[in-house]
């Protein structure tokens, strides 16, 4: 697949210490990223190697391309907007992608005349466009004449080259959505299915580097996904820190990847924040847990950027529900339940 996108194999060195920057995608080491600023960046290269990560630098300020079919980013389907991993210009929009045959993510239509600009790339004896970032002007991939209408062009874009943020609010009246892995997700569904304001509790999978696993592929431990569900949830009736006290109080954020007897990465604490705000309410009720000691042990909850979200089968589906005189349902998710009502017992659902 190299005739794709390949030119060279150089690696960069590791990066410098962190410089703090705010953005809205949060990358502290990198203070010339930005998803609202469209002023064209002149910087070194130096600079860029201290500020990239060295497979980020490769391929961004070195042409160098990641291997074809590499993560979740070729062939999904989520919603939302992908920008320039470099510098944060925002380039696509999802509903401008489409699943290629070449192993790479594939695009018919670039944002606006500016966000890409090409030059001539005659690199290993071949005629190619190279598609280059409008504001910091670093590697993208390349574009063809081989894509879908109404343009009939591919750009064909390396993965690590973009970043990409979900559409993360429901589009209908006043529904948000939040992802939330607190241990096994029979669990955490059943709890919340009970909280007023919350409209659809769905189990499913998210994180790690396999697309819609299965759910025999995650117990493994080896996608790095986590068991999660996607809390929809209205706003009128509940809020993110509501969301955020029930998490807290129905699983124990002091056990690293592990929850009982449910042990291994997929197991593990996490709140997976689509936007500032989920990250910033996240970030705060840990702090203030952690500063009244509540849990005797520092919090292991890990914050992850969104990035897709796999509904599992439908047998996991509503499990508790539908499977209450399990013994698992009795021994485990029934505690959790009787334990929720108790703390909110102001703020069941009325039956």
């Not at 925002?90 to 489409?98: E, G, I, T």
């Not at 499913?204 to 396999?210: D, E, K, L, S």
Request: aromatic share 12%; with cysteine; charged share 25%.
């Amino acid at each position: 697949m190299l005739n794709a996108c390949g030119q060279t194999n150089n690696k960069a060195n590791k990066t410098s210490k962190p410089i703090a920057m705010e953005n809205v995608i949060s990358k502290p080491e990198n203070p010339y990223y930005s998803n609202t600023d469209t002023a064209k960046l002149n910087v070194s290269e130096a600079e860029w190697k201290k500020v990239l990560s060295p497979d980020l630098y490769a391929v961004a300020r070195q042409a160098d391309t990641e291997r074809a079919f590499t993560g979740t980013m070729w062939n999904s389907e989520a919603k939302g907007t992908y920008y320039c991993a470099a510098c944060g210009l925002k380039l696509f929009r999802s509903d401008q992608k489409f699943t290629s045959s070449c192993g790479w993510p594939s695009f018919f239509e670039q944002e606006n005349k500016n966000s890409i600009t090409f030059k001539d790339d005659n690199s290993y004896g071949m005629q190619r466009i190279e598609a280059l970032c409008g504001r910091c002007n670093s590697h993208l991939g390349h574009l063809f004449d081989d894509g879908p209408e109404p343009t009939g062009k591919r750009y064909c874009m390396n993965a690590i080259s973009l970043d990409f943020v979900p559409d993360a609010t429901v589009a209908k009246g006043n529904l948000e959505s939040i992802v939330l892995g607190g241990g096994c997700y029979w669990c955490v569904e059943a709890v919340y299915e009970k909280l007023e304001g919350v409209d659809k509790v769905v189990s499913g999978f998210a994180g790690g580097t396999v697309a819609n696993p299965s759910y025999e592929e995650v117990c493994t431990g080896r996608t790095g996904a986590a068991e999660v569900v996607q809390i929809t949830y209205d706003k009128t009736k509940t809020n993110l820190d509501e969301i955020f006290q029930v998490f807290f109080t129905v699983h124990d954020p002091t056990t690293l990847n592990r929850q009982g007897a449910d042990v291994g990465t997929q197991y593990r604490s996490v709140i997976f924040y689509a936007n500032e705000e989920q990250k910033k309410a996240a970030e705060s009720i840990i702090a203030e847990l952690n500063n009244a000691n509540v849990y005797g042990s520092k919090i292991v909850t890990t914050l992850e950027p969104f990035k897709a979200f796999y509904k599992a089968k439908d047998y996991h589906q509503n499990y508790y529900e539908n499977n209450k005189d399990q013994p698992y349902c009795q021994m485990v998710i029934q505690p959790k339940i009787e334990k929720f009502e108790k703390v909110f017992k102001d703020r069941l659902k009325k039956k």
